[in-house]
């Protein structure tokens, strides 16, 4: 192909100046509270004297701390990138404002001016139904509409929740996710600060998603956003979280913890699009439990980091629960998507789909790495599993590290694997129809997506389109 | 129309798939306004010639000239020929799983014409032209030939066709897995998008899309080159005869 005939694609020049702007700028560190680097028990107690949390939470953090000590890195998945984690060269807390803001002309300038960019204001106004926003390791704006107050949806950040539900907490918290689950639930649960709470109570149905944004603007600073989320008997509920960092220098950690609970008959769907700047390394727990008839969905594409590491989980503890994973995983130059899911089947007629879909470009790995457990008394269960990865290039790699543990013979299990390649006919198809080979190839990607991608809400769809148009700028292969 | 410059214009054209060639010195000249016929028996080379021209990659030509309008083609990738206003039916249309029919044409109109289609406009042309070609309108959000039938595919090839309005129209045995109604239809499309303006070179094994389609000129290929050319009236001497006359009677004339 030569450049003669090739249309200046303003969109694509556009969009790039967008997300120099969108993305990747950032806003002076001036903070309130900067911690010293490093991890230690006076750190957490400061951070949880700070936080002015009751000595139960204290406790559990100084407890989490020892587990994350005593506790080895994983001696699977990509060994050398996280042997690479100094973990005494982080910072553990920082406090960007001095306390939450419910309204927005209460919230600083420059954060505003970070979140205009982001368009949460815009957002808002067309069908948030709450935002909760974290910015640094602090929720700085909150808001909720009126309706779902009333209503008696409690949508808070996690510190907000420990204070205003403190007994709901102390009944849920770390129930699903416990600290001596992993190293980096441990950490988590010793430092945690941010992330959302959410109840919803029984048969209630909240029509309109709760969403949050994240963010990290802080070099080297560890985010340890805690979320929690519980449904009551027969509510449902879908909840969002879209995240986009800044472009990074040196190493950040991200090490979040997420529980979800669907009590009898209740629905969640949590929905997740990240896109994490190249360098940070994105070890996630999240994990659900759904009670009898209760059906809990993750949807979660990943895009960006360093090294992600994420199965999102769902344990089927009740008789009818059903659990949906659908996830995408984009690994672009030097990154490593380690994803994946687990079902656990811990009662009978319970069901479970996993769709997992990967692109790898350049020399960029996807690994899908999966866990079907179907326990004896699971009687009548059907699981099934699907993974499907695309190649782009001829350096990309993918594999897939599927395990399967049925303990009865009642059970319907399904697996299917595919690895394919964008097709050269498919490319000339698409070329001979006026589409440059680029925009051929990415009419494909999105296509590979689109099961996934039709299952967001619009305007998330249109981010996560572009934000792949950006990753397969300048593809060879 | 010999003081005009011919749209599509080839001169002693020769093709290589895989180290061999298919096709070894074809010269043809369409001018706006005209249909051409090419039609062979199988092998004979056709499909390869249409691939080359419109650029795929496997198909190299190795010697000789082409010009779409004037430009010269052999030197445009086959979005660039796309752009200049070449356009292949394909004759095994290829699955592309995620993109909606309604999607894809957006997109190639889009790249056209370097901006994004007015969707009330866009919406009203292709239900337009759907509906013309019976096309059932769940086909717009259904995934671009994955799962429709050989007569679907062809259709949509020619929707295609219709919405991208190219000057020059390759057809490769369009008629292929059409039902007789199947091929009333799309004929009648490709006659209505054929005007002055165009040009139509049709690529085909049997005579019947023929029968609705009306050439100006029928060319007969075998063993890539073109052996035989006339009117109308020799496609239907092929269907009588079939291959083996034309074959016999230019044994001799060209090496085989």
Redesign the interface.
Known sequence: MSDSAKQPNSDLTNLNNDYATKYGFRDPVDYFHKGAKGINHEVVEMISKLKKEPRWMTDRRHEALDMFFSKPIPQWGNTALLNEIDFQNIYYFVKPVKEMSKDWDDVPEYIKKTFDRLGIPEAEKKFLGGVSAQYESEVVYHSMRDDLKKQGVIFLSMDGGLHEQEEVVRKYFGTVVPPADNKFAALNTAVWSGGSFIYVPPGLDVKIPLQAYFRINVENMGQFERTLIIADKGSRVHYIEGCTAPIYSTESLHAAVVEVIALEGAYIRYTTIQNWARNIFNLVTKRASAYRNATVEWIDGNIGSRLSMKYPCIQLVGEGAKAEVLSVAFAGINQHQDAGAKVIHAAPNTSSRITSKSISKDNGRASYRGLVKIYKNAVNSKASVECDALLIGEEARSDTYPTMEIDNDQVKVEHEARVSKVAEEQLFYLTSRGLTEDEARLLIVNGFMEPFTKELPMEYAVELNRLIELEMEGTVG | MTEKNPLLDFRDIHVEVEGKEVIRGVSLQVYSGQIHAIMGPNGSGKSSLSNAL?????YSIIKGEAYLDGQNML??????????GL??A?QY??A????TVAN?LR??LK??R?KDADMSDFRRIFLKQMNALSIDRSFATR?LNEGFSGGEKKKVEIL?MAM?NPKIALLDETDSGLDIDALKIVSNEINRFHNDNNGILLVTHYQRLLNYVKPHHVHVMISGRLVKSGGPELALQLEEKGYDWIEKATRGKVEV
């Open positions: 419109m650029g795929h990659p496997d030197k445009m990738s086959p979005d660039e020929r796309s752009h200049a356009f292949l394909f249309p290829l592309i799983p995620g993109v894809f997109t190639a790249s056209h370097g995934y295609q991208l």
